[in-house]
């Protein structure tokens, strides 16, 4: 089927959109905007020039995407924003180009969910099956693993990368890198809680893999055993968990540090 147009919105004459795509009233989009078969972009989205969205994405009203960066280092030069497949993006969402410094790219990936109001700034690199909650935010060169999950108001300090199925409660901030499976609640005084039990269970993880990466957050958090030390043990031990070795491996590659555990009470 071609492409159903509003004819209120305003479509630029170098934008590339595929079959079967309806764009609503007073959408815009921008220059050097390709639109994938099957998305739907909403009455009043603004599409930015230099985006490009994959196939069956639903870009709902007012969000706006592939904004200028942020970042007073940018000046008008080419950078990019690209969307895959089967994306979410609501109402009042920001998702912003990249720059020269970052690599010129923004990339989200497949299958996410960007609820209203999320911001997503430049150089950030989100995976899949991301569910980012209402008014959640991202500045610059954040990497998002898969599965992730940020509660609503959320915030992740630039440079900093959150591990696969790893859960930030609502309300939260981080400022160092969040390893895969955990959850970690509280602002820069929280900390990481323990495994996300919620997010193991919803992959259907096995109970060794549940007990075995209890035991690592007891070994990394709580035990006295220096950091790399209960590294190679933890590596050793649970040799056939790939996601012990995936977490070790993760904290290992830490440039900015990991968060630390939350406080006990008392």
């Avoid at 592939?66 to 924003?81: A, M, V």
């Avoid at 720059?99 to 010129?104: R, V």
């Avoid at 690592?216 to 790939?242: G, V």
């Amino acid at each position: 089927m071609p492409a159903e147009i509003h004819p209120t919105a305003f479509i630029a004459s170098s934008a590339e959109i595929a079959d079967n795509v309806k764009i609503g009233p007073c959408a815009v989009i921008e220059d050097n905007v390709s639109i994938g078969e099957g998305s739907v972009v909403a009455a009043f989205a603004s599409i930015k020039r230099y985006t490009k969205i994959g196939r069956n994405n639903h870009i709902h009203s007012y969000a706006c995407v592939g904004g200028e960066p942020q970042d007073l280092k940018f000046h008008g030069e080419e950078s990019w924003l690209e969307i895959g497949d089967n994306n979410t993006i609501r109402e009042f969402a920001t998702l912003s180009r990249g720059t020269e410094g970052g690599g010129g790219l923004t990339r989200v990936g497949n299958n996410n969910l960007l609820m209203a109001y999320c911001h997503i700034a430049h150089d950030c690199i989100l995976d899949d099956f991301i569910i980012m909650s209402n008014g959640a935010s991202l500045a610059g060169h954040v990497h998002l693993a898969d599965g992730v999950i940020l509660g609503g108001l959320s915030a992740v300090h630039q440079f900093c990368r959150v591990g696969k199925k790893a859960f930030l409660g609502a309300m939260s901030g981080i400022s160092q890198d969040l390893p895969p499976y955990m959850l970690c609640v509280g602002n820069r005084d929280g900390g990481v809680h323990g495994p996300n039990l919620v997010g193991l269970r919803r992959m259907k993880a096995d109970n060794e893999t549940i007990a075995a990466l209890k035991q690592a957050f007891r070994t990394i958090w709580h035990s006295d055993i220096p950091r790399q030390e209960a590294l190679n043990q933890l590596e050793n031990t649970f040799a056939n968990i790939p996601e012990v070795i995936e977490l070790v491996n993760f904290i290992r590659s830490s440039e900015r540090g990991i968060m630390p555990a939350a406080k006990l009470d008392g």
